[in-house]
């Protein structure tokens, strides 16, 4: 849910920059977590989560999310980052309902 608050905060931005500099800025973002989301990052990270697992199950600890339901995540980002930024823009636009 988004918060007025934080809504006014990143209005504010945009109005500093100005509508091309904070478009930019938001392409930048998500590109730099686009670009990190190469295959091979992902597989490491997939072990690293699963270990990090293990290691909380030995000691008695209960995740709220299962180290598989994280992977999963990430596979689904990954799978994700192989479309063009503006394209998953584009239908964030049309067909992700974000209401509050």
Known sequence: MADK?????I???EDKYGLVLFRTGLSHLME??????D????EE????IMVQGEEGKAKGKV???TPEFQCDILRCAAELA???LWTL???????????N
């Open 89 to 99: 823009l584009a239908y964030i636009k049309k067909y992700v309902v974000i209401s």
């Open 5 to 9: 608050m934080d809504l006014q905060k």
């Open 45 to 48: 990270a997939i072990k690293q």
């Open 39 to 42: 295959d091979d990052e992902v």
């Open 32 to 37: 730099v977590g686009h670009r990190n989301l």
């Open 63 to 65: 995740p709220v999310m």
């Open 11 to 13: 209005k504010n931005i």
């Open 82 to 84: 192989k479309f063009e």
